[in-house]
């Protein structure tokens, strides 16, 4: 999501050029949402001899990494077959001498700023804001429903249960939003469904609408529904940014996961933690040990509350200044 800006760049940059966009399998429905590129491969970290093969197949002069932390990229650029390749150098991971230039990937901005890094070290401008291209799908999702409310519980990666709220405190925080018609939507991969299906009811009992969401066709339909929301509260992964991007007022729940780094970028966001200081321990997203375990039980749901209704208010003034 964070890298589609830098993809515009190097779009209008390269307007004549044939961009290839390597990326891994997990990441394909969020890559076939972004504007740029002109093919989109698939490469297997797991597999480096068939992965180095794919792309040196692909002849590239000019050789991007936008990956953050894994070693094994380097290996790959330096085996591309590149004229050029460029990458970050961060520290610890001993990566940097895998290009021909090497960026410092630094934990003191966030990672859009790193990516920008890469493109200002060939003097490339880069004034893109993140996006992505709305699709329509075949059948438009919860079309007869006016006001929406996305919920997104659950995180993945390393060590993902970390990252999560308690399930009731979500519930205290749709009983405070709640309104006539709302309908809260539960979103998740559809390895989540387990627990989005129990859920929703959960909050059904408590009097509120729910409906689990997980779209068969990417994020094609999940797109629509978030840019219709009137307000997306999620932990910190994919779909905290997307509905950023996509201009809904959007709470980022962040415990471990430091916002200066990895926070939404939008025009109507907020990423709050715990009230006390600690948590945003996180950079790369695995620098667990050594660290409280308990970060995201001291977010306090007046905390969540008191963002969400400022965030809905900022997205009224938003509204109302388009009208005036």
Same mark, same amino acid.
């Given at each position: 999501m964070l890298f589609s800006a830098v993809l515009r760049d190097l779009r209008l940059y390269f307007s004549e050029a044939h961009i290839v966009h390597f990326c891994m399998a997990p990441n394909?429905?969020?890559?076939?949402i972004l504007a740029g590129a002109d093919e989109r491969v698939i490469i297997d970290l797991t597999?480096?001899?068939?992965?180095?093969?794919?792309?040196?197949?692909?002849?590239?002069?000019?050789?991007?990494?936008?990956?953050?932390?894994?070693?094994?990229?380097?290996i790959f650029s330096l085996l591309s077959g590149a004229r050029f390749a460029i990458g970050f150098r961060t520290r610890g991971q001993y990566r940097g001498r895998g290009y021909d230039r090497s960026v410092e990937h630094s934990n003191k901005q966030h990672e859009?700023?790193?990516?920008?890094?890469?493109?200002r070290s060939l003097s490339l401008p880069t004034e893109s804001e993140p996006g992505v291209v709305l699709q329509k799908p075949q059948v438009e999702p919860l079309a007869d429903e006016s006001d929406l409310v996305v919920f997104?519980?659950?995180?993945?990666?390393?060590?993902?249960?970390?990252?999560?709220? %308690?399930?009731?405190?979500?519930?205290d925080l749709a009983i405070s939003l709640k309104g006539a018609?709302?309908?809260?939507?539960?979103?998740g991969a559809p390895?989540?469904?387990?627990?989005?299906? %129990?859920?929703?009811?959960?909050?059904?009992?408590?009097g509120l609408r729910a409906v689990p969401f997980s779209g068969t066709d990417g994020f094609v339909s999940l797109s629509r529904i978030v840019r219709r929301a009137r307000l997306v509260v999620s932990v910190n992964t994919g779909v905290m940014h997307l509905a950023a991007i996509l201009g809904s007022p959007t709470l980022s729940l962040n415990g471990p996961t430091a916002n200066h780094r990895w926070g939404p970028v939008g025009i109507c966001v907020m990423g709050i933690g715990p009230a006390d200081g600690s948590g945003g321990y996180l950079n790369l997203g695995f620098e667990f040990e050594g660290q409280p375990q308990d970060v995201m039980l001291r977010i306090a749901v007046d905390q969540a509350i008191e963002a969400a209704r400022d965030l809905m208010g900022k997205r009224e003034a938003r509204w109302r200044s388009i009208g005036g």
């Open positions: 394909l429905a969020a890559a076939n597999k480096p001899a068939a992965s180095i093969r794919t792309i040196r197949s692909h002849k590239v002069d000019l050789f991007f990494d936008f990956s953050s932390w894994q070693r094994i990229t380097a859009i700023e790193n990516f920008r890094d890469l493109l997104h519980l659950w995180a993945s990666g390393a060590r993902s249960w970390l990252r999560e709220w %308690p399930e009731n405190r979500w519930i018609r709302t309908l809260f939507v539960i979103t390895s989540d469904m387990e627990r989005m299906v %129990p859920f929703a009811a959960r909050m059904e009992v408590a």
